[in-house]
């Protein structure tokens, strides 16, 4: 093997070693992985159940997998799907199941799995939030687990990712529809660039404004071509150096697991009173602070923060405006959980060269005394 392989081989070990699964599949990126996988069970026009609050992606892959989305609803707590909102969303027998560790908190895997198991489907594990960690079961759940090396992920290359599985049968089925797949290039980087730069407007308005959301069929049949690529099978170093710089626990990294805890403590300071943040275990490793303020609150927020270009998201939107006017022959069930959470949520950054958390935190004080919060 090449010098130019090696790397995706100790990738690839790596993953395999901290998930004890017995195979990894590059794709260009999590999406692709997860519409590989649908394709590769042979489903079509079959429900997918998808939590109502994850990454608009996620249903872009179901939808071009030529499956029914279908947005479950979350626990109100926790923020994530759990056995409970899965049997309430009323597909006694979904095809799939693609619980999400939104954030990077863990969520409820067994017992996601287990209702699955129940109701004959398969689990897709959507760790693209999250990634390989000492301790950590993520990535060894469901029948296959993906991951994003994705811009503004943990692991942070600007494209790729990974698929997990410990079926021999599914890896060939996947890698056989996904090899025929385009290689990632220019004009892929570009139509990406201009999607998510009017989808970062679109998003802020369209449940305010809800012709907004008419756009959106003519929208993905642009933009879709973004979803399904592969990525060079070279060019590993950098995501084989920026895996063991996030592994490190030391928060002296920029970009480590350890920064990312410390930063995260220090946004706690915001909480109290009706704010609040999502419950998490201890050494947590977020992918962004979620801060979740009250919806009369967050507009106004977000625009005070944005003026003093503070690194500031919304994400995610709930996927009920954008599903309706993607497939409005499927009947959604209510997700008012995940539509509240959606109104209240503020992402704060965790790492270079985002903004340090310190000016952040002032900034949010700043506005909390002017308004007298
Ligand atoms: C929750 C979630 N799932 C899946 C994906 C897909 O990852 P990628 O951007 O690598 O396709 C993303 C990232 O955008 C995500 O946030």
Same mark, same amino acid.
């Given at each position: ?18 998930? +004890? ?49 279908? $947005? ?28 999400? %560790? ?16 129940? %109701?004959? +489907? ?80 679109? %998003? ?18 642009? &933009? ?18 920026? $895996? ?71 994400? &995610? ?22 539509? %509240? ?20 935190? +002032?900034?949010?004080?700043? &506005? ?6």
């Amino acid at each position: 093997m090449g010098y130019r392989h090696r790397y995706r081989q100790q990738v690839a070990d790596r993953f395999r070693a901290a998930t +004890a699964r017995d195979h990894v599949i590059f794709t260009g990126r999590g999406a692709t992985a997860i519409w590989a996988a649908l394709k590769a069970w042979d489903f079509t026009d079959q429900p997918v159940l998808i939590p109502a609050n994850t990454c608009y992606i996620v249903l872009w892959a179901v939808l071009l997998s030529g499956n029914r989305p279908i $947005l479950v609803d979350i626990d109100p707590l926790t923020g994530m799907i759990t056995p409970e909102t899965l049997s309430a969303a009323g597909i006694d027998r979904p095809a799939a199941v693609i619980p999400c %560790h939104l954030y990077g908190l863990p969520a409820p895997m067994a017992e996601s799995c287990a209702w699955a198991t129940e %109701h004959g +489907a398969k689990v897709i594990e959507d760790a693209a939030q999250a990634m390989i960690m000492p301790d950590s079961r993520v990535g060894s759940w469901g029948d296959a687990s993906i991951f994003s090396f994705g811009s503004g992920k943990l692991v942070d290359v600007g494209y790729r990712g990974a698929l997990l599985c410990s079926d021999a049968e599914l890896t060939a089925e996947i890698k056989r529809h996904v090899e025929p797949l385009p290689l990632y290039a220019d004009h892929i980087a570009e139509l990406e660039k201009q999607w998510l730069t009017i989808y970062w407007a679109t %998003h802020q308005f369209e449940t305010e404004n809800i012709p907004i959301s008419s756009l959106y069929p003519t929208l993905f049949q642009i &933009y879709r071509n973004i979803i399904l690529y592969n990525a060079p099978s070279q060019g590993f170093v950098d995501v084989y150096q920026r $895996l063991r710089t996030f592994l490190r626990s030391d928060p002296v990294y920029e970009t480590s697991l350890g920064l990312r805890i410390v930063r995260a403590g220090e946004y706690d300071r915001l909480v109290g009173g009706s704010w609040r943040t999502l419950p998490r275990p201890a050494d947590t490793v977020l992918w962004r602070y979620p801060l979740l303020v009250p919806p009369e609150v967050r507009g106004d927020l977000f625009d005070y923060l944005q003026s003093r270009r503070l690194d500031v998201t919304r994400w &995610y939107p709930s996927l009920q405006a954008m599903t309706r006017a993607l497939c409005p022959e499927v009947d959604q069930p209510p997700t008012p959980h995940a539509d %509240h959470f959606a109104e209240c949520i503020l992402n704060l950054p965790l790492t270079w060269p985002g903004d340090p958390p310190e000016r952040i935190i +002032a900034a949010i004080l700043d &506005y909390r005394n002017e308004q007298r919060l």
